[in-house]
């Protein structure tokens, strides 16, 4: 039996994690190399790398810290945030990366999706999707719609179809954020996860929200997720991944041994 | 010195980079007669059967290959070079290198377990139940999982070949052996430390099934 994936996210300005990372000891690492390697060695299934960086010089950095990861961490990871081409992608891939991500440049440029599956095989692929909620219409009628710019940027899509389309296009995975409850740490929105994880055959990685382990809990059994992603509660030491992965056993949840 | 075979399917770097990180001597190349002097041949792959295919005929590595596993040169193949060691894969409808009876199948489509439909790939951590003990899952504990990301399985002719079996809706062929060669389905370059592990042991192994 699969077994549910847990995977922290860092996120990454020129080179260096947007916050610190607190472990054991209290010691902050600042170093997105070094925290990776802690989150393999705790059990971290995957890791999501999120470049946050505006500036293409910048980009080259991103490159570098791909390279050092993959030298040292033997999981799979991903690397996401600026991805517009597929040459973008070669680059990130052919630096050790496993998979990488694509959200604002998909919805802008769908074919991104089938180029890049086309390139280096739909597993490679996982598109992320910044999801609102919103009264359901004709043009939306999930009642939950595409936003881009964290949220700022409506985009007349709706989420369902565009999850669907996405499989069409050849995504091999979805990393499926609600921008609602990103950041509350109050849970995963759980009816949006549910509807998109069973209207697709790929893989769901659930997004935005996760605060405890029961959280987690919620949107790997009742949500139908695949795979859920966390960051603070992990990032600021109030849960270890050994933690979260014994309270989710507790509930029969199937979570990987750490060997 | 470790021989990875590069036939153009996917990016091979990350199993150099594993090896490297264990210390173990490698090269990445399609040169047949840097590979004959290698002690070892990895055969990974990411991609389509079909195309895997093509390339190796292109380049005359099946051939090749096909040599130095009949010489008795301890060979590991890892997922589609795994899959495109057998007769005939479902991918691409394919013809494959023929070096072990058997046939690729892809998983089915209304595979579900406990009432749920199974998302296609496989795609995340599992288990692989050992048939039998092998030299190259030495010091691997039974709890031990590995990263898998596939559509289709190896299915043997002969369930002697069959040294590992995992569960996803169906329990299907995860490792294979016979003789000098090893063929897994799942990744042990991004399988942690068990994966290692294997990698380790397969670099140590000298080929013999009895060892």
Redesign the interface.
Known sequence: ?????IIPCLDVRAGMLTKGIKFKGNVDIGDPVAAAEQY?EQGA?EIVFYDITASAEARDIMIDVVRRV???I???FSVGGGIRTVNDMRRV??A?A?KVSVNSAAVENPPLISDGARA????CIVLGMDVKKVAPTAQIPSGYEIVIQGGRKHMGIDALWWAQEAERLGA??ICLNSIDADGTQEGYEITLTSLISASV???VIASGGAGRPEHLAEVLTAG?A??ALIASMVHYRTYTLAEIKDQLRDRGIKV???? | MIGIVDYRAGNLTSVARALHYLGEECRITDDPELLSRCSHIIFPGVGAAGEAMANLRLSKLDERIRQWIAEGKPTLGICLGTQVIFDYSEENDTACLGIVPGRVKRFPADLAEGGRRLKIPHMGWNRVALAREHAVFREIPEEAEFYFVHSYYPAPAEEKWIIGRTDYGQPFCSAVARENLVALQFHPEKSGRPGLKILANFCRWGGTDAE
């Open positions: 039996m699969l077994s549910k994936r393999y299934d993959a030298e040292r033997f999981i799979p891939i052919l050790g496993e280096f095989g739909s597993q091999g995975e055959h790929i893989p139908q695949d795979a990987r041994n750490l060997w």
